[in-house]
């Protein structure tokens, strides 16, 4: 059996040769002798293995599942704390192993650069070997055709020139490349194989330079508009700014936009009332310094797109208009709050800050606060919750109380606008010393103490925020992937295949015609197609008639004779 | 629109019914299927065909001659294909099937497979109904997924069976995993038919969701055949290493494809579905692109189906490697599949990510 074995690899030698370019998997005992650069071309060749290659694969799907149970800085930084502040034991060694950052990590970054060298190491002398290969021609028949995979053979009355020049007629009709060569037709068909195998190989290599470039010239922040308001896209603008390590200021594509209206649908009745239908954001933009302003409505899918630059919308939420007058009856504030939703029927929580112009009833400067909650549809008095019955403006109540003394907005450390400090402040109180707080309906008045002046809850405005996002090279991971697919298609699909035909007249002045097939992998289209051709050969060189019963039927006998 | 095409009470209960009709019909599919290889194992026939493969099994590589397709009349005078194994490989025809050539259990079969027709034309009804409902793409929450889901395997396997493909061996586990994944659906999953959430109104959801569920799939028929493959393998070892199998093992086994041609199965299933899958995650991208403002965020929806992807491709090599070939590529392509599932079900039941919608 091995005895075959090798007298098979012998005949198929150069026949079989070069069907693929894949690289040929050596013995990884052989350890090389010394040296440095015996060293480096031994970790090389280890490296460009498939062996190697399959590990290092392996490995990057391993790697990718932290990060998919462990929140990611990259995703969401704010659940990255709170699952710091509820493991306290795991997370110094999580920080250790970076897995908070693992797509950015040292060892992930390693697993993908060294399948990616791995790649490149692997495709360029692929792509050098399989050129040679387009620019030669297929290999000459093996000595013994009897060997192939898919064979048959008849006799005939045809000349062998004839049966040569007319299997390279039909040969080349179904577009083998063939000729003859040593006596024999070689051909060969479905060169698109390793075409679509090195164009695939080399689309993902497009796709993570792109991926790469797109992230390190990113820019990407967050701004939050109330109806009316705008946005003019200068870094000053945005609430929240990230960008890669490349990014220059002078990237920010010049537009601007104002936010005119929102509007938010939700289901009305079923057990999903409540869940979103529509959000529309109707925006009026002007691309340029000043350029014409132009309307659009954003959705959650369909960003507003000026310049490369892309705007999306991301959320939305509340912002009751409050005005507050002193003790003497003059509107010292008057502004739109936005809050915060807490939970999906926009629950919001935020604070009111009155930084300046007010003076309390001694006239000396004072500092407010307000904390406030609200609901966009109240549950009613008497029902024992504060939280949002549904997310639509259907019974809005505004919950307030209320502080004086410093909002600490002077210490010069930032601050968080949503919440109030009150460790330099005094909550108003009510006449019984309670904390002084109300519930306020749109027009409603809170009244402060002692002649502290009074808060109103004037009407309420919706907010809108946007994701400001620009990501340079998409187009060329989009092209990589197109390229990926329609490679992978072309080296999954197609078969390469090799058909050998041979005409030899013997002693009796009948010519014997064999025909051999050889694929990469064994297919059961092979001998079919084989068939096809021989069916289409043989109406050109026709089986002679036996001359004898004894040495017809040549069909099985190779069959057997192999086998020996 | 969207608030137009309000939700259809009549024909969402119309869908109901339609897919707990279906399961009841899959029920008397697999109660025939249960039948169908109960009578195949005493089939006679089985028995010599065992011992049949047991010479062949233990006669080394022998050599299989065929005769390809002739057509035509002149049959003699057409010249005739002799194919030739690789060396080393065994050469054990397939099983009889799970009938075992017995006629009762051929009928049994037949009406096992008449029956899961009749199934699948209710169930696909019922998923179209679902869609009428209200007016979209039946595909925007779990219970929608898998009863799509499993409608979709079963075409699959139907499909392959009217294009005369040797496939009637999944029949029996194929019925089981239906009435599983419907069993879920119906009571853990479901989910009343109703209106999407605005980042589901896309066209893409037609794309990207409906090539997801075609790859899971027949994803999955490639993996039940890599899982009877690895029986049917080692069961194919045992004798040619001259090691009984248990009885049960034999009488099931001996009646299943041969190893090579289940392996060939799964490898042309899966090599098939892989530029789709491929597909699928970059139209995710695409989408989420115009959705979410990146095409690429590592949310984890994103990382399991990239894990999925790098799964499947190893597979592939591994088919191709010295040493990986066989087995080994086998467990690949089933953890392949296993990282499909729980990126199904694990990622949205157990991890909180950008594709939670509608509960689940």
């Known amino acids: 059996m091995s005895n075959t074995d090798i007298t098979d690899e012998r005949d198929l030698g150069r026949a079989g040769e070069q069907l693929s370019t894949a690289p040929r998997e050596e013995a990884t005992a052989s350890v090389p002798a010394m040296g440095v650069i015996g060293w480096a071309r031994w970790f090389w060749r280890q490296l460009t293995s498939m062996r190697v290659a399959l590990i290092l694969l392996f490995l990057l799907s391993l790697g990718a599942i932290p990060g998919s149970l462990i929140p990611q800085n990259s995703v969401d930084e704010l659940k990255v704390q709170t699952f710091k502040e509820a493991h306290t034991t795991v997370t110094p060694v999580y920080e250790k192993l970076q897995f908070f950052d693992v797509y950015s990590s040292v060892w992930f970054s390693a697993i993908y650069i060294l399948l990616f060298v791995s790649l490149i190491g692997c495709i360029v002398p692929r792509t050098g070997q399989f050129i040679g290969q387009l620019r030669g021609r297929p290999p000459g028949a093996p000595k013994k055709l009897t060997r192939l995979p898919a064979y048959t053979t008849w006799r005939t009355d045809a000349d062998p020139g004839q049966v040569h020049e007319a299997a390279l007629g039909i040969l080349r009709r179904r577009r083998f490349r063939s000729h003859v060569v040593g006596g024999a037709v070689s051909a060969e068909k479905g060169y698109l194989r390793e075409t679509g195998n090195l164009l695939f190989h080399i689309a993902l290599i497009v796709m993570l330079v792109a991926f790469a470039g797109g992230q390190l010239f990113k820019s990407e922040g967050g701004k939050l508009i109330v109806e009316g308001d705008g946005f003019a896209n200068t870094i000053t603008q945005y609430d929240d700014f990230k960008s890669g390590s490349l990014f220059d200021n002078d990237d920010l594509a010049p537009f601007s936009f104002d936010l005119q209206d929102f509007v938010g649908t939700y289901e009305r009745t079923g057990p999903q009332r409540g869940t979103p239908r529509t959000y529309e954001a109707r925006v009026t933009y002007s691309e340029g310094a000043d350029g014409k302003t132009k309307k659009k409505v954003i959705e959650v899918n369909k960003p507003l797109v000026v310049d490369g630059t892309k705007v999306y919308l991301n959320a939305h939420g509340y912002a009751p208009v409050i005005s507050v007058k002193d003790g003497r009856g003059k509107e010292v504030y008057r502004s739109s709050v936005p809050l915060l939703p807490i939970d999906n029927n926009v629950t919001s929580t935020g604070a009111i800050k009155v930084m300046d112009g007010y003076k309390d009833k001694n006239g000396k400067k004072e500092q407010l606060g307000f904390q406030a909650f609200f609901v966009p549809t109240f549950a009613g008095d008497g029902q024992g919750t504060m939280f949002s019955q549904y997310p639509g403006l259907d019974y809005p109540v505004l919950a307030l109380n209320g502080y004086y003394g410093s909002l600490g907005v002077d210490s010069g450390l930032p601050q968080n606008v949503y919440q109030l400090d009150t460790s330099d402040m005094k909550q108003f109180e009510d006449s019984n010393g309670d904390q002084l707080k109300k519930r306020l309906r749109p027009g409603e008045t809170m009244q402060l103490p002692d002649g502290a002046g009074s808060i109103t809850f004037e009407s309420v405005e919706e907010w809108a925020s946007f994701q400001i996002t620009r990501q340079p090279a998409s187009g060329w991971a989009l092209t990589g992937a197109v390229a990926a697919i329609a490679g992978l298609a072309g080296s999954l699909f197609i078969q390469r295949r090799r058909v050998w035909v041979r005409a030899v007249k013997g002693p009796d002045g009948v010519t014997v015609v064999e025909m051999a097939g050889l694929g990469r992998s064994e297919s059961a289209k092979l001998p079919e197609e084989l068939a096809d051709l021989a069916i289409a050969l043989h109406t050109v060189a026709p089986t002679a008639p036996d001359p004898e019963p004894e040495p017809d039927r040549p069909s099985e006998e190779p069959a057997e004779g192999a086998e020996k | ?360």
């Open chain 2, 1 to 360: 629109m969207n608030l137009a095409a309000a939700t259809n009470e009549s024909l969402a209960n119309a869908s109901n019914t339609l897919i707990y009709s279906s399961m009841a019909v899959y029920t008397l599919a697999f109660f025939a299927h249960i039948a169908e290889w109960v009578f195949g194992s005493r089939s006679k026939v089985g028995r010599t065909a065992a011992a049949l493969k047991k010479d062949s099994a233990t006669g080394g590589s022998a050599v299989k001659a065929q005769v390809a397709q002739q057509g035509g009349t002149a049959v003699l005078d057409r010249p005739r294909i002799v194919t030739r194994s690789a060396a080393g490989t065994r050469d054990v025809p397939d099983g009889p099937g799970a009938a075992g050539g017995t006629f009762k259990g051929d009928l049994w079969g037949r009406i096992a497979v008449s029956l899961t027709v009749v199934a699948f034309a209710v169930q696909a009804a019922g998923v179209v109904a679902r869609a009428l409902s209200v007016q979209r793409a039946p595909w925007g929450n779990m219970y929608e997924f898998s009863i799509t889901f499993s409608t979709v395997a079963v075409g699959a396997y139907l499909t392959l069976l009217a294009l005369r493909k040797n496939v009637r061996w999944i029949g029996l586990l194929l019925v089981t995993t239906v009435l599983l994944d419907l069993g879920i659906a119906t009571t853990t999953l479901y989910t009343d038919s109703d209106q999407l959430v605005p980042a589901l109104h896309s066209y893409w959801l037609w794309i990207h969701v409906s090539t997801a569920i075609i790859c899971g799939a027949v994803f999955y028929l490639g993996a039940v055949g890599t899982l009877l493959y690895l029986f049917r393998d080692s069961y194919e070892n045992k004798l040619a290493n001259g090691v009984t199998p248990g009885k049960f093992a034999t009488s099931v086994l001996e009646r299943l494809p041969a190893a090579k041609t289940l392996d060939t199965f799964s490898y042309r299933i899966n090599a098939a579905v892989f530029p789709l899958w491929t597909f699928t995650i970059i139209a995710g991208a695409i989408w989420a692109g115009d959705a979410w403002g990146r095409y690429w965020g590592w949310d984890p929806k994103e990382v399991w189906s990239f894990i999925t992807w790098v799964a499947y491709a190893a597979y592939l090599h591994a088919r191709a490697t010295a040493g990986w070939k066989g087995r080994k590529a086998a467990y690949l392509a089933l953890v392949a599949f296993g990282c499909w599932l729980f990126n199904y079900y694990g990622v949205n039941i157990f991890v909180t990510g950008k594709h939670s919608y509608a509960g689940v």
